[in-house]
């Protein structure tokens, strides 16, 4: 029931900002209809957990336990970014940046793009899945170019196409595993609640050729080196708020199309070839952003980097299998979210007060904005997993899980990359926070929006950093069922 | 007769990949839209589904009339140089086309258990679209032509669902159909745009983000 508020509100939402004339009364009502959307997802997530699963529609609609944590997750993040926008928007528009109009025109497509990613867990049709998928990538597109500057419109540019092309190849994955549903003698179907079931007869060589694709194609969106071209792009040109997203959820609805599809594959073949992909996937992804996060001058593309490292955990987390690692990766998915989201608002107020991207030219921004510039300097450390917050206990989880599997060379090289990511971002961002303002600074207040967003964030994450340790008994027994399909 | 059809989309789209010019480009897709509409009428009478009388009209109006439409708006509007900008010349890449189309046999004949031989070969042709749009994609400096690459690989998977799955379940084939045209219509948008602020459309020339 609740999944007609989440998939309700937000295309409410969108077709009344035709009527809305004042973005600034449109703001805090849009933000009241995520606070809604938040509720809706907690009840879903609490329904989910004690009934199993739930078909709604006519089976269009299919919700587990994996849809309904990331319609969960979703829904905390969009609620976030819809108090953050209203005094960013507000700001915005007072600067001149952008007029009225095109604040309508914000709500709009953030609703929409809210309601498209909405959909992606929720459907049960595995083609769906595909269309939601590109519908997240179209929409976005506007609110990647939303600025029209030469270096965001190229920005979209890049997005839409090499996200384009991954996801006609994951098309391609789907079509495979459909032909090799077909050819089960089965009756015609993509359902994910048909296709399950039967995994285990299905032809496993085209299982395996048909994964392949999707890992690439739904691995261009999630941002997977080496497949990540357009992410640090694209995050680093978007509007601010939005880039929390794009990096918070949007990625993770990557990562809950590749795992849907994973615990096809899993059924079907056991768990060696997934996790290598996986694995292997993640590495690389470690590898390289951690090498990027050390020469990186542009803020914001900084951040984007530090997102790929974390899709790179998420996916050797998945990649392990044991249940305290699936455990530890469910929970990354959430913790980076929140992180992520707050570290973006924070670079969104330092480049708006600073009027630049580049770190070497950003100094004294605790001087500048205190509050901004202690939430930022503790979200830097929630972010490269220091305790006591959260993301040090997702990271232990799956190093543990790590160490108690055997693969010591992975764990070791795990750790190797977080170290070096630590090392860059308190070098970066230890000269950017502190040190004396750039001359001819004018320094202005903080919105109370702005300010309520971090407040709300941060309480996540420092709240769950010291409630986990006790919580960890039914966290196991969420993966373990997860892992029986 | 199937095999006829079949043998035209192959030939229209190698008439795509020795295309120098927009317009040539454009005609070859529509082309090879057509065959895939007359493929599918013909599979529709065949089989007498009726879902699959709306699929081919759709793909009539669609890629046979509307989306060929807009790119010639688009080409008539911005005025640009209406050179494809080749990295590859045409004679190379019809070498590269005949090795694709070599490699998506193989490919195609390891993939497929049962041995016959329509079937094979419906699916190395559709791979070889999907390779072919690829290449389209990366070989050539147009915005447009990356538009039209795109739209070719996904013409490949259609073929691909139509032939090995008997077609994707009828309102997902709708959706993606509805899907590739909203997609058309902003890469067209974002076409305009990169024209007015660039004055040019080449792609190979937007490198301002960096590392």
């Not at chain 1, 969960?72 to 005094?87: R, W």
């Not at chain 1, 384009?164 to 994955?173: N, P």
């Amino acid at each position: 029931m609740e999944i007609f508020f989440i998939l309700g509100i937000p295309v409410l939402l969108a077709i009344s900002t035709f009527f809305m004339r004042k973005q600034r009364v449109f703001g805090i009502i849009n933000c009241i209809g995520y606070l809604a959307v938040l509720f809706a997802g907690v009840s879903l997530f609490k329904g989910i957990i004690s009934t199993g699963s739930a078909k709604a529609f006519l089976g269009f609609l299919y919700l587990d336990f994996l849809s309904a944590f990331f319609i969960f997750v979703i829904s905390v993040v969009a609620f976030a970014v819809a108090l953050y926008s209203i005094g960013y928007i507000r700001r915005d528009v007072g600067q001149g940046v952008i007029s009225e109009k095109k604040a309508g025109v914000y709500y709009l497509l953030f609703n929409l793009f809210c309601f498209s990613m909405f959909m992606v867990p929720a459907v049960n049709n595995l083609g769906m899945l595909w269309v939601a998928i590109e519908m997240t990538t179209l929409i976005s597109a506007f609110l990647v170019g939303f600025y029209n500057s030469k270096e965001s419109v190229e920005a979209a540019w890049k997005y839409i196409i090499i996200c384009s092309v991954g996801i006609i190849f994951a098309l391609l994955g789907t079509i495979l595993f459909s032909y090799a549903f077909s050819i089960s003698g089965l009756s015609k179907s993509l359902n994910w609640s048909d296709i399950v079931p039967v995994a285990h007869i299905l032809d496993k060589d085209i299982l395996k050729v048909a994964f392949i694709f999707i890992l690439v194609g739904y691995g261009t969106k999630a941002g997977l080196a080496p497949m990540h071209t357009w992410l640090p792009d694209a995050h680093s040109q978007a509007v601010a708020p939005i880039s929390a997203l794009l990096s918070g959820v949007l990625l993770k609805t990557a990562v809950y199309a590749i795992l849907r599809f994973g615990m096809i594959i899993i059924k079907s073949m056991g768990f060696a070839y997934f996790a290598h992909l996986m694995i292997l996937f993640g590495i690389i992804s470690l590898a390289i952003s951690s090498g990027f996060i050390l020469v990186q001058k542009d803020l914001k593309r900084l951040l984007a980097y530090s997102s790929i490292e974390h899709i790179g955990i998420i996916s050797i987390g998945f990649g392990l299998g044991a249940p305290l690692a699936i455990a530890g990766a469910l929970l990354h998915v959430f913790n980076h979210a929140v992180t992520k989201s707050l570290m973006f608002f924070g670079a969104g107020n330092i480049v708006s007060v600073y009027k630049k991207h580049n770190m070497n030219a950003i100094r004294g921004v605790v001087k500048a904005m205190p509050f901004t510039g202690i939430m930022v300097l503790l979200g830097m450390f929630a972010l490269t997993g220091f305790p006591p917050f959260s993301i040090f206990i997702s990271e232990i989880m799956i190093l543990t899980a790590a160490f108690t599997n055997g693969s010591y060379v992975m764990a070791a090289l795990l750790l190797f990359f977080l170290s070096v990511i630590f090392g860059a971002f308190v070098y970066h961002f230890g000269k950017m926070l502190f040190g004396n303002l750039p001359k001819g600074m004018v320094v202005s207040g903080e919105p109370l929006s702005g300010k309520l967003a971090f407040l709300f964030l941060f309480s996540l994450i420092c709240g769950l950093g010291i409630a986990l340790p006790f919580i960890k008994k039914d966290l196991l027994w969420i993966a373990q069922r997860l892992l029986q399909g | 007769m199937q095999g006829i059809i079949l043998f035209t989309v192959l030939a229209s789209t190698y008439l795509m990949v020795i295309a120098k010019r927009m317009p040539a480009l454009i005609r070859g897709f529509r082309y090879q839209s057509f065959c895939l509409f007359a493929f599918t009428l013909f599979a529709a009478s065949g089989h007498d589904q009726p879902d699959l009388y709306i699929i081919a009209g759709l793909l009539f109006v669609l890629k046979v009339s509307l989306i060929p439409y807009l790119l010639y708006r688009i080409i008539k509007r911005i005025k640009v140089n209406e050179d494809l900008g080749l990295f590859i010349n045409p004679q190379l890449s019809l070498l590269w086309a005949l090795v694709f189309t070599y490699l998506s046999w193989i490919f195609s004949t390891h993939l497929i258990i049962s041995n016959k031989i329509t079937l094979t070969s419906m699916l190395a042709i559709a791979f070889f679209i999907v390779l072919a749009g690829l290449f389209l994609m990366i070989s050539r400096m147009s915005a447009l032509a990356q538009i039209i690459g795109l739209l070719v690989m996904e013409n490949g998977l259609f073929l691909l669902a139509s032939t090995v799955s008997g077609g994707m379940p009828f309102f997902v084939e709708i959706a993606i159909f509805f899907d590739v045209f909203v997609s058309v219509v902003i890469m067209g948008f974002f076409v305009y745009r990169i024209n007015k602020l660039f004055t040019h459309i080449d792609v190979n020339k937007l490198s301002r983000l960096k590392g």
